[in-house]
Protein backbone atom coordinates (compact mmCIF):
# COMPACT_ATOMS: atom_id res chain seq x y z
CA UNK A 1 0.00 0.00 0.00
CA UNK A 2 1.33 3.69 -0.65
CA UNK A 3 2.26 5.55 2.32
CA UNK A 4 -0.18 8.24 3.23
CA UNK A 5 0.39 11.86 4.09
CA UNK A 6 -1.61 13.91 6.28
CA UNK A 7 -0.52 17.79 6.20
CA UNK A 8 -1.68 20.08 9.29
CA UNK A 9 -2.09 23.80 8.51
CA UNK A 10 -3.40 26.89 10.10
CA UNK A 11 -6.52 29.32 9.82
CA UNK A 12 -6.77 33.04 11.43
CA UNK A 13 -3.57 33.03 13.60
CA UNK A 14 -0.41 31.56 14.23
CA UNK A 15 0.23 29.85 17.48
CA UNK A 16 -2.61 28.04 18.63
CA UNK A 17 -0.84 24.30 18.64
CA UNK A 18 -0.10 23.15 15.02
CA UNK A 19 2.65 21.44 16.54
CA UNK A 20 1.07 19.54 19.35
CA UNK A 21 -1.84 18.66 17.16
CA UNK A 22 0.86 16.59 14.93
CA UNK A 23 2.11 15.22 17.45
CA UNK A 24 -0.81 14.17 18.89
CA UNK A 25 -2.06 12.82 15.70
CA UNK A 26 1.08 10.85 15.39
CA UNK A 27 0.88 9.30 18.82
CA UNK A 28 -3.15 8.00 18.29
CA UNK A 29 -2.36 6.57 15.04
CA UNK A 30 1.14 4.81 16.81
CA UNK A 31 -1.47 3.85 18.92
CA UNK A 32 -3.55 2.16 16.34
CA UNK A 33 -0.51 0.10 15.36
CA UNK A 34 0.68 2.37 12.33
CA UNK A 35 4.54 3.44 11.92
CA UNK A 36 4.18 7.26 11.70
CA UNK A 37 6.72 9.94 11.89
CA UNK A 38 6.12 13.73 11.81
CA UNK A 39 7.47 16.77 9.47
CA UNK A 40 7.81 20.47 10.34
CA UNK A 41 8.10 22.91 7.17
CA UNK A 42 8.88 26.35 8.47
CA UNK A 43 8.02 29.18 6.38
CA UNK A 44 11.62 31.52 6.69
CA UNK A 45 14.47 32.11 4.39
CA UNK A 46 16.86 31.11 7.30
CA UNK A 47 18.12 27.75 6.32
CA UNK A 48 17.51 26.58 9.23
CA UNK A 49 16.26 27.31 13.15
CA UNK A 50 20.28 28.40 14.45
CA UNK A 51 20.65 31.91 13.90
CA UNK A 52 17.37 32.48 15.09
CA UNK A 53 16.67 34.65 18.39
CA UNK A 54 15.03 32.00 21.12
CA UNK A 55 12.92 35.25 22.56
CA UNK A 56 11.16 35.95 19.12
CA UNK A 57 11.26 32.01 17.73
CA UNK A 58 11.46 29.75 20.91
CA UNK A 59 13.62 27.61 21.55
CA UNK A 60 16.61 26.18 19.05
CA UNK A 61 16.25 22.12 18.99
CA UNK A 62 18.61 20.25 18.35
CA UNK A 63 18.53 16.28 16.37
CA UNK A 64 20.99 13.65 16.89
CA UNK A 65 22.29 14.58 13.29
CA UNK A 66 23.03 17.68 14.29
CA UNK A 67 20.08 19.68 12.52
CA UNK A 68 18.89 23.02 14.37
CA UNK A 69 15.23 23.09 13.97
CA UNK A 70 12.14 23.98 15.33
CA UNK A 71 10.94 23.37 19.19
CA UNK A 72 7.86 21.34 17.31
CA UNK A 73 10.58 18.91 16.61
CA UNK A 74 11.04 18.36 20.26
CA UNK A 75 7.56 17.83 20.46
CA UNK A 76 6.92 15.14 17.89
CA UNK A 77 9.82 13.27 19.50
CA UNK A 78 8.61 13.56 22.70
CA UNK A 79 5.02 12.74 21.70
CA UNK A 80 6.62 9.30 19.57
CA UNK A 81 9.08 8.45 22.03
CA UNK A 82 11.78 8.45 19.43
CA UNK A 83 14.36 10.06 17.42
CA UNK A 84 13.84 11.78 14.02
CA UNK A 85 16.36 13.31 11.39
CA UNK A 86 17.07 16.45 9.16
CA UNK A 87 15.11 14.85 6.69
CA UNK A 88 12.13 15.75 9.01
CA UNK A 89 12.40 19.41 9.10
CA UNK A 90 13.00 22.01 6.50
CA UNK A 91 12.49 25.67 5.72
CA UNK A 92 12.03 27.51 2.46
CA UNK A 93 15.57 28.87 2.95
CA UNK A 94 16.72 25.54 2.23
CA UNK A 95 14.57 24.06 0.07
CA UNK A 96 15.45 26.90 -2.40
CA UNK A 97 18.93 26.06 -1.18
CA UNK A 98 18.93 22.83 -2.50
CA UNK A 99 17.07 23.55 -6.19
CA UNK A 100 19.78 26.29 -6.64
CA UNK A 101 22.74 23.66 -5.88
CA UNK A 102 20.83 21.39 -8.21
CA UNK A 103 20.56 23.96 -10.99
CA UNK A 104 24.06 24.84 -10.61
CA UNK A 105 24.82 20.87 -10.94
CA UNK A 106 23.36 20.41 -13.73
CA UNK A 107 20.57 18.30 -12.46
CA UNK A 108 17.64 20.10 -14.35
CA UNK A 109 19.47 18.68 -17.83
CA UNK A 110 19.59 22.04 -18.92
CA UNK A 111 15.74 22.78 -18.69
CA UNK A 112 14.27 26.02 -17.18
CA UNK A 113 14.19 25.73 -13.56
CA UNK A 114 11.17 27.76 -12.29
CA UNK A 115 9.31 28.24 -8.78
CA UNK A 116 6.29 26.32 -9.93
CA UNK A 117 6.56 23.21 -10.43
CA UNK A 118 10.33 22.62 -8.87
CA UNK A 119 9.73 24.15 -5.72
CA UNK A 120 6.62 22.11 -4.92
CA UNK A 121 7.59 18.78 -6.63
CA UNK A 122 10.97 19.21 -4.73
CA UNK A 123 9.13 19.40 -1.43
CA UNK A 124 7.04 16.91 -1.93
CA UNK A 125 10.28 14.54 -2.67
CA UNK A 126 12.08 15.42 0.21
CA UNK A 127 8.60 14.41 2.32
CA UNK A 128 8.32 10.99 0.32
CA UNK A 129 12.52 10.68 1.89
CA UNK A 130 11.33 11.55 4.98
CA UNK A 131 8.60 8.55 5.04
CA UNK A 132 11.41 6.01 3.46
CA UNK A 133 13.86 6.74 5.74
CA UNK A 134 11.67 6.66 9.11
CA UNK A 135 9.74 3.71 7.02
CA UNK A 136 6.80 5.24 7.78
CA UNK A 137 3.15 4.29 6.97
CA UNK A 138 1.82 7.52 7.54
CA UNK A 139 3.52 11.14 7.61
CA UNK A 140 2.17 14.10 9.57
CA UNK A 141 3.72 17.20 7.71
CA UNK A 142 2.83 20.51 9.81
CA UNK A 143 2.98 23.66 7.26
CA UNK A 144 3.91 26.27 9.69
CA UNK A 145 2.45 29.78 9.82
CA UNK A 146 -1.18 30.15 8.48
CA UNK A 147 -3.30 29.27 5.07
CA UNK A 148 -3.72 33.11 4.47
CA UNK A 149 0.47 34.27 4.36
CA UNK A 150 2.19 34.47 1.07
CA UNK A 151 4.91 32.70 2.32
CA UNK A 152 3.05 29.28 2.34
CA UNK A 153 1.86 28.94 -1.32
CA UNK A 154 4.12 27.43 -2.51
CA UNK A 155 3.67 24.60 0.68
CA UNK A 156 0.15 24.47 -0.28
CA UNK A 157 0.53 24.36 -4.06
CA UNK A 158 2.09 20.89 -2.80
CA UNK A 159 -0.33 19.58 -1.03
CA UNK A 160 -2.40 20.30 -4.42
CA UNK A 161 -0.25 18.42 -6.60
CA UNK A 162 0.15 15.25 -4.48
CA UNK A 163 -3.73 15.02 -3.65
CA UNK A 164 -4.38 15.39 -7.55
CA UNK A 165 -1.92 12.60 -7.70
CA UNK A 166 -2.67 10.26 -4.84
CA UNK A 167 -6.48 11.65 -3.89
CA UNK A 168 -6.51 8.57 -1.22
CA UNK A 169 -3.54 8.97 0.04
CA UNK A 170 -3.22 13.20 0.89
CA UNK A 171 -5.79 14.38 4.11
CA UNK A 172 -5.76 17.55 5.14
CA UNK A 173 -6.45 19.10 8.11
CA UNK A 174 -7.26 22.58 8.79
CA UNK A 175 -6.26 23.75 13.03
CA UNK A 176 -8.09 26.37 13.41
CA UNK A 177 -8.90 29.15 16.27
CA UNK A 178 -12.81 30.06 17.23
CA UNK A 179 -12.35 32.89 19.12
CA UNK A 180 -14.31 34.04 22.43
CA UNK A 181 -15.12 38.18 22.27
CA UNK A 182 -17.09 38.63 25.56
CA UNK A 183 -15.38 38.48 28.81
CA UNK A 184 -15.68 35.81 30.81
CA UNK A 185 -18.19 34.38 27.75
CA UNK A 186 -18.30 31.19 26.54
CA UNK A 187 -19.62 31.59 22.43
CA UNK A 188 -16.68 30.36 20.15
CA UNK A 189 -17.12 32.46 16.94
CA UNK A 190 -16.79 30.74 14.17
CA UNK A 191 -16.51 33.22 11.12
CA UNK A 192 -12.57 33.55 11.61
CA UNK A 193 -12.73 30.07 10.53
CA UNK A 194 -15.31 29.76 8.20
CA UNK A 195 -12.70 32.53 6.35
CA UNK A 196 -9.73 30.33 6.67
CA UNK A 197 -11.79 27.76 4.88
CA UNK A 198 -12.45 29.85 1.79
CA UNK A 199 -8.49 30.93 1.90
CA UNK A 200 -7.96 27.00 1.46
CA UNK A 201 -10.33 26.74 -1.61
CA UNK A 202 -8.57 30.03 -3.19
CA UNK A 203 -5.48 27.93 -3.25
CA UNK A 204 -7.29 25.02 -4.56
CA UNK A 205 -7.77 22.94 -1.35
CA UNK A 206 -10.50 22.02 0.61
CA UNK A 207 -9.87 20.69 3.87
CA UNK A 208 -10.89 17.21 5.14
CA UNK A 209 -11.04 17.69 8.68
CA UNK A 210 -11.40 20.94 11.29
CA UNK A 211 -9.71 20.59 14.78
CA UNK A 212 -11.52 23.40 16.04
CA UNK A 213 -9.44 24.80 18.61
CA UNK A 214 -11.33 26.99 21.59
CA UNK A 215 -10.61 28.06 25.29
CA UNK A 216 -13.57 25.63 25.75
CA UNK A 217 -15.27 22.49 23.62
CA UNK A 218 -16.64 23.06 20.82
CA UNK A 219 -20.64 22.20 21.33
CA UNK A 220 -23.02 20.89 18.40
CA UNK A 221 -24.71 23.82 17.71
CA UNK A 222 -21.50 25.58 16.53
CA UNK A 223 -19.75 21.82 14.59
CA UNK A 224 -23.53 21.64 12.72
CA UNK A 225 -22.60 25.89 11.81
CA UNK A 226 -18.93 25.22 10.86
CA UNK A 227 -19.81 21.88 8.78
CA UNK A 228 -22.44 23.73 6.90
CA UNK A 229 -20.21 26.62 5.97
CA UNK A 230 -17.07 25.00 5.10
CA UNK A 231 -18.34 21.62 3.15
CA UNK A 232 -17.79 19.50 6.29
CA UNK A 233 -19.81 16.61 7.69
CA UNK A 234 -20.29 17.59 11.35
CA UNK A 235 -18.03 14.45 12.57
CA UNK A 236 -15.35 16.32 10.49
CA UNK A 237 -15.55 19.07 12.95
CA UNK A 238 -13.43 17.60 16.05
CA UNK A 239 -13.01 19.73 19.43
CA UNK A 240 -9.65 21.14 20.37
CA UNK A 241 -9.96 22.96 23.70
CA UNK A 242 -7.65 24.52 25.82
CA UNK A 243 -5.87 21.89 28.12
CA UNK A 244 -4.04 21.92 31.58
CA UNK A 245 -1.27 19.25 30.90
CA UNK A 246 -0.60 19.03 26.54
CA UNK A 247 -0.42 15.19 26.69
CA UNK A 248 -3.70 14.82 27.30
CA UNK A 249 -4.38 16.20 23.69
CA UNK A 250 -3.81 12.82 22.21
CA UNK A 251 -7.06 11.64 24.72
CA UNK A 252 -9.38 14.15 23.95
CA UNK A 253 -9.12 14.16 20.28
CA UNK A 254 -10.20 10.42 20.57
CA UNK A 255 -12.86 11.39 22.55
CA UNK A 256 -14.43 12.50 19.00
CA UNK A 257 -13.12 9.52 17.15
CA UNK A 258 -10.28 11.14 15.53
CA UNK A 259 -7.67 8.27 14.95
CA UNK A 260 -11.17 6.48 13.41
CA UNK A 261 -12.16 9.48 11.12
CA UNK A 262 -8.82 9.61 9.89
CA UNK A 263 -8.17 5.63 9.15
CA UNK A 264 -11.49 5.75 7.26
CA UNK A 265 -10.79 8.91 4.78
CA UNK A 266 -7.16 7.38 4.19
CA UNK A 267 -8.63 3.81 3.63
CA UNK A 268 -6.42 2.50 6.51
CA UNK A 269 -6.53 -0.55 8.46
CA UNK A 270 -5.49 -0.72 12.01
CA UNK A 271 -5.24 -2.45 15.63
CA UNK A 272 -7.16 -1.37 18.26
CA UNK A 273 -6.34 1.32 20.27
CA UNK A 274 -3.33 0.96 23.10
CA UNK A 275 -3.10 3.86 25.16
CA UNK A 276 -2.62 1.93 28.60
CA UNK A 277 1.62 3.40 29.14
CA UNK A 278 0.25 6.81 28.27
CA UNK A 279 -2.61 7.01 30.51
CA UNK A 280 -0.85 5.42 33.43
CA UNK A 281 1.11 8.52 32.73
CA UNK A 282 -1.12 10.91 32.43
CA UNK A 283 -2.57 9.65 36.20
CA UNK A 284 0.83 9.88 37.37
CA UNK A 285 0.86 13.74 36.53
CA UNK A 286 -2.80 14.29 37.58
CA UNK A 287 -2.06 13.20 41.01
CA UNK A 288 0.87 14.17 42.38
CA UNK A 289 2.03 13.69 46.44
CA UNK A 290 4.56 16.50 47.14
CA UNK A 291 5.37 19.10 45.97
CA UNK A 292 8.99 20.27 44.32
CA UNK A 293 9.89 23.89 43.85
CA UNK A 294 12.29 24.63 41.07
CA UNK A 295 13.87 27.52 40.23
CA UNK A 296 15.14 28.43 36.52
CA UNK A 297 17.88 31.32 36.22
CA UNK A 298 17.70 32.77 32.63
CA UNK A 299 17.69 35.49 30.54
CA UNK A 300 15.52 34.50 27.48
CA UNK A 301 12.28 34.72 28.89
CA UNK A 302 11.38 37.91 29.96
CA UNK A 303 9.49 40.49 27.72
CA UNK A 304 7.85 43.36 29.66
CA UNK A 305 5.65 41.86 31.88
CA UNK A 306 5.68 38.36 29.70
CA UNK A 307 7.36 35.18 30.23
CA UNK A 308 8.24 33.78 27.01
CA UNK A 309 8.80 30.20 28.43
CA UNK A 310 9.29 29.16 24.84
CA UNK A 311 12.99 29.80 25.11
CA UNK A 312 13.34 26.86 27.40
CA UNK A 313 10.47 24.42 26.10
CA UNK A 314 12.82 21.67 26.61
CA UNK A 315 14.15 22.40 29.58
CA UNK A 316 10.98 22.46 31.20
CA UNK A 317 9.38 19.62 29.60
CA UNK A 318 12.26 17.60 31.04
CA UNK A 319 11.67 18.79 34.85
CA UNK A 320 7.63 17.73 34.20
CA UNK A 321 8.83 14.20 33.59
CA UNK A 322 10.79 13.60 35.82
CA UNK A 323 8.73 15.23 38.68
CA UNK A 324 5.18 13.31 37.03
CA UNK A 325 7.52 10.18 37.10
CA UNK A 326 8.27 10.46 40.80
CA UNK A 327 4.50 11.73 41.71
CA UNK A 328 5.56 14.84 42.43
CA UNK A 329 4.24 18.53 41.34
CA UNK A 330 6.85 20.49 39.59
CA UNK A 331 6.03 24.51 40.48
CA UNK A 332 8.98 26.21 38.42
CA UNK A 333 9.92 29.63 38.61
CA UNK A 334 11.68 31.76 36.29
CA UNK A 335 14.60 33.65 37.60
CA UNK A 336 16.08 36.53 35.90
CA UNK A 337 19.74 36.70 36.06
CA UNK A 338 19.95 40.13 35.82
CA UNK A 339 18.79 41.04 38.90
CA UNK A 340 21.23 39.45 40.47
CA UNK A 341 24.36 41.15 38.57
CA UNK A 342 22.27 44.90 40.27
CA UNK A 343 21.23 43.37 43.89
CA UNK A 344 23.14 40.67 44.97
CA UNK A 345 21.20 40.41 48.42
CA UNK A 346 18.05 39.12 45.80
CA UNK A 347 20.21 35.93 46.08
CA UNK A 348 18.68 34.92 49.07
CA UNK A 349 15.39 33.86 47.52
CA UNK A 350 17.48 30.94 46.10
CA UNK A 351 16.80 29.20 49.71
CA UNK A 352 12.91 29.33 48.92
CA UNK A 353 13.47 26.46 45.99
CA UNK A 354 14.44 22.88 46.14
CA UNK A 355 16.50 22.88 42.80
CA UNK A 356 17.74 25.43 40.65
CA UNK A 357 18.30 24.79 36.83
CA UNK A 358 20.95 27.42 35.04
CA UNK A 359 20.20 26.33 31.29
CA UNK A 360 22.10 26.96 27.62
CA UNK A 361 22.38 30.72 26.56
CA UNK A 362 25.09 32.73 24.50
CA UNK A 363 26.13 36.39 25.30
CA UNK A 364 27.44 38.58 28.01
CA UNK A 365 24.12 39.73 29.44
CA UNK A 366 23.34 38.20 32.85
CA UNK A 367 26.46 36.02 32.70
CA UNK A 368 27.60 37.59 36.23
CA UNK A 369 24.35 37.01 37.55
CA UNK A 370 24.33 33.64 36.42
CA UNK A 371 27.84 32.87 38.06
CA UNK A 372 26.64 34.84 41.37
CA UNK A 373 23.69 32.15 41.39
CA UNK A 374 26.11 29.34 40.88
CA UNK A 375 28.01 30.68 43.88
CA UNK A 376 24.87 30.65 46.29
CA UNK A 377 23.76 27.56 45.27
CA UNK A 378 26.62 25.80 45.53
CA UNK A 379 28.08 27.28 49.12
CA UNK A 380 24.23 26.39 50.30
CA UNK A 381 24.36 22.89 49.64
CA UNK A 382 20.88 23.59 47.12
CA UNK A 383 20.30 21.12 44.56
CA UNK A 384 21.80 22.69 41.37
CA UNK A 385 21.64 21.34 37.43
CA UNK A 386 23.84 23.22 35.02
CA UNK A 387 22.92 22.74 31.20
CA UNK A 388 25.88 23.87 28.22
CA UNK A 389 26.28 27.31 29.72
CA UNK A 390 25.35 26.65 32.69
CA UNK A 391 28.39 24.20 33.01
CA UNK A 392 31.04 26.93 31.04
CA UNK A 393 30.20 29.37 34.37
CA UNK A 394 29.48 26.92 36.94
CA UNK A 395 33.54 26.41 36.12
CA UNK A 396 34.31 29.79 35.58
CA UNK A 397 32.83 30.30 39.64
CA UNK A 398 35.10 27.19 40.59
CA UNK A 399 37.72 28.41 38.77
CA UNK A 400 37.52 32.17 40.48
CA UNK A 401 36.38 30.77 44.23
CA UNK A 402 38.07 27.93 45.19
CA UNK A 403 40.87 27.69 42.59
CA UNK A 404 42.16 31.19 43.30
CA UNK A 405 41.92 31.89 39.63
CA UNK A 406 40.50 35.65 40.10
CA UNK A 407 40.92 36.32 36.55
CA UNK A 408 39.25 32.98 35.14
CA UNK A 409 36.45 34.08 32.65
CA UNK A 410 35.18 32.51 29.52
CA UNK A 411 36.72 33.97 26.35
CA UNK A 412 33.22 33.88 24.50
CA UNK A 413 32.70 37.07 27.21
CA UNK A 414 36.33 38.41 27.20
CA UNK A 415 38.50 37.05 24.96
CA UNK A 416 41.70 38.80 26.62
CA UNK A 417 40.86 36.67 29.87
CA UNK A 418 44.43 35.52 31.22
CA UNK A 419 43.07 32.59 32.95
CA UNK A 420 41.02 31.35 30.15
CA UNK A 421 38.81 28.05 31.73
CA UNK A 422 36.47 28.13 28.65
CA UNK A 423 37.41 28.61 25.12
CA UNK A 424 37.19 28.12 21.65
CA UNK A 425 38.73 24.86 19.79
CA UNK A 426 41.21 25.43 17.29
CA UNK A 427 38.51 24.43 14.66
CA UNK A 428 35.83 26.67 15.87
CA UNK A 429 37.85 29.73 16.49
CA UNK A 430 38.37 29.43 12.32
CA UNK A 431 34.72 29.48 12.27
CA UNK A 432 34.76 33.03 13.99
CA UNK A 433 37.22 34.57 12.07
CA UNK A 434 35.48 33.76 8.71
CA UNK A 435 32.48 34.57 10.50
CA UNK A 436 30.80 31.30 9.34
CA UNK A 437 28.34 30.98 12.14
CA UNK A 438 25.51 29.34 10.73
CA UNK A 439 25.47 25.48 11.37
CA UNK A 440 29.43 25.28 12.68
CA UNK A 441 29.25 24.96 16.45
CA UNK A 442 29.48 21.70 17.90
CA UNK A 443 26.64 20.19 17.12
CA UNK A 444 24.22 16.89 17.84
CA UNK A 445 25.08 13.43 19.22
CA UNK A 446 28.48 13.13 20.55
CA UNK A 447 29.28 9.98 22.97
CA UNK A 448 30.51 10.43 26.79
CA UNK A 449 32.47 8.15 28.99
CA UNK A 450 30.51 8.27 32.46
CA UNK A 451 32.94 8.07 35.72
CA UNK A 452 32.10 4.91 37.02
CA UNK A 453 31.83 6.82 41.30
CA UNK A 454 29.85 9.74 39.48
CA UNK A 455 26.40 10.39 40.69
CA UNK A 456 25.82 10.52 36.83
CA UNK A 457 27.34 6.88 36.58
CA UNK A 458 24.76 5.76 38.66
CA UNK A 459 21.80 7.83 37.55
CA UNK A 460 22.22 6.82 33.82
CA UNK A 461 22.99 3.04 34.54
CA UNK A 462 19.58 2.94 36.48
CA UNK A 463 17.73 4.80 34.33
CA UNK A 464 16.06 3.23 30.95
CA UNK A 465 18.66 1.35 29.30
CA UNK A 466 17.38 3.90 25.82
CA UNK A 467 20.10 6.53 27.30
CA UNK A 468 22.69 4.17 26.70
CA UNK A 469 25.65 3.17 24.20
CA UNK A 470 27.82 0.20 24.27
CA UNK A 471 27.95 -3.12 23.02
CA UNK A 472 25.98 -6.16 23.87
CA UNK A 473 22.90 -6.55 26.67
CA UNK A 474 22.37 -3.73 28.28
CA UNK A 475 21.77 -4.85 31.79
CA UNK A 476 21.46 -1.86 34.69
CA UNK A 477 23.95 -2.23 37.52
CA UNK A 478 25.99 -4.62 35.36
CA UNK A 479 27.55 -2.29 33.37
CA UNK A 480 31.12 -1.54 32.64
CA UNK A 481 33.44 1.37 34.20
CA UNK A 482 33.68 2.52 30.24
CA UNK A 483 30.20 2.18 29.45
CA UNK A 484 29.18 5.49 27.04
CA UNK A 485 26.03 7.47 26.94
CA UNK A 486 25.05 9.60 23.71
CA UNK A 487 23.84 13.09 24.16
CA UNK A 488 23.57 16.15 21.94
CA UNK A 489 25.32 19.39 21.48
CA UNK A 490 24.82 22.95 20.74
CA UNK A 491 27.83 24.99 21.96
CA UNK A 492 31.24 26.59 20.32
CA UNK A 493 33.03 26.65 23.58
CA UNK A 494 34.54 24.19 25.90
CA UNK A 495 35.89 24.06 29.23
CA UNK A 496 39.84 24.05 28.59
CA UNK A 497 41.83 21.13 29.58
CA UNK A 498 45.09 23.33 30.45
CA UNK A 499 42.98 23.90 33.60
CA UNK A 500 41.72 20.18 34.04
CA UNK A 501 44.48 19.32 36.81
CA UNK A 502 43.54 22.34 38.97
CA UNK A 503 39.79 22.03 38.77
CA UNK A 504 40.45 18.04 39.91
CA UNK A 505 42.84 19.39 42.80
CA UNK A 506 39.91 21.56 43.96
CA UNK A 507 37.94 19.24 44.64
CA UNK A 508 35.82 18.85 41.26
CA UNK A 509 34.95 15.52 39.51
CA UNK A 510 34.88 15.58 35.97
CA UNK A 511 32.35 12.84 35.86
CA UNK A 512 32.08 12.49 31.67
CA UNK A 513 34.60 12.79 29.48
CA UNK A 514 34.00 12.70 25.13
CA UNK A 515 36.21 10.31 24.29
CA UNK A 516 37.31 11.10 20.77
CA UNK A 517 39.28 14.39 21.79
CA UNK A 518 39.22 14.05 25.95
CA UNK A 519 36.77 17.21 26.44
CA UNK A 520 34.71 17.51 29.33
CA UNK A 521 31.37 16.66 29.09
CA UNK A 522 29.72 16.21 32.34
CA UNK A 523 31.36 18.01 36.29
CA UNK A 524 30.00 17.30 40.08
CA UNK A 525 30.90 18.28 43.43
CA UNK A 526 30.87 14.91 44.83
CA UNK A 527 30.41 16.49 48.64
CA UNK A 528 27.44 18.53 48.02
CA UNK A 529 23.94 17.36 47.67
CA UNK A 530 23.56 17.57 43.85
CA UNK A 531 25.77 19.88 41.63
CA UNK A 532 25.76 18.44 38.54
CA UNK A 533 26.35 19.91 35.34
CA UNK A 534 26.65 19.11 31.54
CA UNK A 535 28.44 20.42 28.28
CA UNK A 536 25.30 18.96 26.53
CA UNK A 537 21.48 19.33 26.43
CA UNK A 538 20.03 16.55 28.33
CA UNK A 539 16.40 17.79 27.85
CA UNK A 540 16.43 16.84 24.12
CA UNK A 541 16.47 13.59 25.15
CA UNK A 542 13.80 13.62 27.62
CA UNK A 543 10.41 11.74 26.57
CA UNK A 544 7.24 11.19 29.18
CA UNK A 545 7.50 7.59 28.85
CA UNK A 546 11.83 8.07 29.79
CA UNK A 547 12.64 10.63 31.68
CA UNK A 548 15.90 11.89 31.17
CA UNK A 549 17.71 10.50 34.50
CA UNK A 550 19.78 13.55 35.44
CA UNK A 551 16.66 15.82 35.97
CA UNK A 552 15.35 13.07 38.05
CA UNK A 553 18.44 13.05 40.11
CA UNK A 554 18.00 16.70 40.03
CA UNK A 555 13.91 16.00 41.75
CA UNK A 556 14.59 13.04 43.88
CA UNK A 557 17.49 15.31 46.00
CA UNK A 558 15.46 17.86 45.21
CA UNK A 559 12.57 16.52 47.17
CA UNK A 560 14.68 14.02 49.25
CA UNK A 561 13.66 11.09 47.59
CA UNK A 562 16.24 7.90 48.02
Request: charged residues 25%; positive net charge.
Amino acid sequence: METKFIFVAGGVMSGVGKGVAVASIAKILQARGLETTAVKIDPYVNVDAGTMNPTEHGEVFVLDDGMECDQDMGNYERFLGRNLSSKNYMTTGSIYLDVINRERNLDYGGKCVEVVPQIPLFIIEKIKRAAKTNRAKVVIVEIGGTVGEYQNILFLEAVRMLKIKQPDDVALVLVSMLPVLEAGGTELKTKPTQYAVRTLNAAGLQPDIILARGSVPVDDSRKEKLALNCNLRREDIISAPNVKNIYEIPLNFEKDRLSDLLLKKLKLKAKKKDFRKWKKFIHKSNNPTKKVRIGIVGKYFNSGDFVLTDSYLSVLEAVKHAAWSLRADPEITWLNAESYENNPTSLEELKNFDGIIVPGGFGKRGVEGKIAAIKYVRENNIPFLGLCYGLQLAVVEFARDICGLKEAHTTEIDPETPKPVICTMPDQLVNIKKKQMGGSMRLGAYKCKLHPKSISYKLYTTSHPSTLLGTGKLTPNLLTPNFLISERHRHRYEVNNHYRLKLEKGGMLIAGLNPQRELIEIIEIPEHKFFVATQFHPEFKSRPLSPHPLFVGLIKAASEIK
